[in-house]
């Protein structure tokens, strides 16, 4: 019996193994985001999920596998798989104020799979959740990887860490309910602890808010309320275990501080001042702006309607044109920058409309495609994995009509969305 079990175990290990699985994409044109040009006649060669080759017209054919699967995109411009730095998918923006306490507390994990779906058809495959309840982000994770669950890759933060009474705290309901943020944190050393915690139940990236919001009750954007002292330990402690930090800071002095503590993206930045941007282009470990410049638009429309109260309008009113002027000055002051939606503030198909707004103040339609794509992997150290159609990094690729470099509003339809080689949304 022990001579069987051995020759069966030799067997297995020695078998060839089972063929890879081959996709081919072709399309009429490609969008090569390191190189900032237009490709014609791309054929994308996907092997178990990664590309194993590109070419275009005159650059010869790949081997083929005979049999390969083919996705033929005629008519087609291609492009990498957008990324978005910010979103919240267990929140619904149809939901504001208080009128979110009419439903259990498992709704908000369980409505959060409708939105990863959203993402991911709007043409978002891979998404940085930066801050979630009861793990749900983490959940979301796990479900789509295990193919239970459609969805994009996702970048979980878990809870965000904040001061008691900030941000990130809970900030509305009254002392009776003793509510009280799952990572709120004074001191130091108690949000060095903060970090571990979420580390250890899956965070993949640790978010502070390091000012005020527009969202909570009794805080301004602008206040401070986080030390750069404790920034500083966050940052120590989550870089030591190899996390990148995002910070939640509108205000001038929080954003000036976290850049100096080592923050690795300022979410928001919207009242930046201009030493702040000096701060932000001089540092020589990379710091990134994701401004969400798109939200307000719905926040003002539709707002009122869903509940949100009269002070949180207020707030999103004072800072909306001052953010979206700061994003102009910003990016021409050189500041990096990602492509960061808050959706969840909006509802999450709708993401792409950002690109628009971002051409509005600024920048070139390549621009804020490589925001959304090249720059958004390096931000999140995974260069060898997404943000361009290569030759390593998965298969994630989005068609569309048109050439998105003459008009980026084009990326709000997007007519096919492949992930790991598969197709996802047609």
Not at 9 to 33: F, H, I, K, N
Not at 272 to 290: T, Y
Not at 376 to 403: F, T
């Amino acid at each position: 019996m022990k001579r069987e079990i051995f020759v069966a175990v030799v067997a297995a290990l020695t078998a060839a193994p089972a063929s890879a699985e081959t996709v081919v994409v072709t399309a009429d044109r490609m969008v090569d985001v390191v190189a900032g040009t237009i490709v014609e006649e791309p054929v994308v060669v996907i092997t178990d999920g990664r590309i194993a080759a590109v070419t275009g017209r005159n650059g010869g054919r790949p081997n083929i596998p005979e049999g390969a699967k083919r996705i033929d995109l005629p008519g087609k411009t291609i492009l990498p798989g957008l990324i978005d730095m910010h979103v919240h998918l267990d929140t619904n923006p149809r939901y504001g104020g208080y009128t979110g306490f009419q439903f259990t507390d498992s709704f908000w994990a369980i409505q959060g799979v409708a939105n990863a779906r959203a993402m991911l058809k709007a043409g978002f495959t891979t998404v940085r959740n930066v801050g979630s309840e009861n793990y749900a982000d983490v959940g979301y994770k796990q479900a789509i990887e295990e193919g239970l669950m459609e969805g994009p890759r996702i970048v979980p933060a878990a809870h965000a860490l904040g001061a008691t009474g900030g941000h990130c705290d809970q900030t509305y309901l009254p002392p009776s309910y003793k509510a009280k943020g799952v990572a709120v944190g004074d001191g130091p050393q108690e949000l060095r602890v903060k970090v571990r915690e979420q580390r250890k139940y899956g965070a993949e990236v640790i978010k502070i808010c390091a000012t005020g919001g527009v969202f909570s009750r009794n805080t301004e954007p602008g206040q401070q309320q986080l030390s750069e002292e404790e920034m500083r330990a966050i940052v120590d402690e989550a870089h030591q275990w190899g996390l990148k930090v995002a910070a939640h800071a509108h205000g001038a002095a929080g954003i000036k501080a976290a850049i100096r503590a080592g923050i690795d993206t300022i979410e928001h930045a919207s009242l930046v001042d201009d030493e702040g941007i000096r701060l932000a282009v001089a540092r020589k470990q990379p710091v990134w702006f994701s401004m969400d410049i798109f939200n307000t638009d719905y926040t003002q429309a539709e707002g009122k309607k869903n509940g949100v109260l009269e002070d949180n309008l207020r707030k999103d009113r004072e800072v909306a044109q001052i953010q979206r002027d700061n994003f102009r000055k910003a990016h021409a002051a050189g500041v990096k920058m990602v492509f960061g939606t808050d959706a969840g503030v909006v509802p999450h198909g709708t993401a792409a409309g950002q690109f628009r707004v971002m051409v509005e103040y600024g920048m070139t339609p390549l621009e804020a495609i490589r925001a959304a794509t090249v720059n958004a992997a390096e931000a999140l150290g995974r260069s060898k994995d997404v943000g361009a159609i290569a030759v390593g990094r998965y298969g994630d690729i989005v068609a569309v009509e048109g050439n998105p470099l003459q008009d980026v509003r084009v990326l709000t339809a997007v007519k096919a969305v492949i992930k790991g080689g598969a197709l996802v949304a047609d």
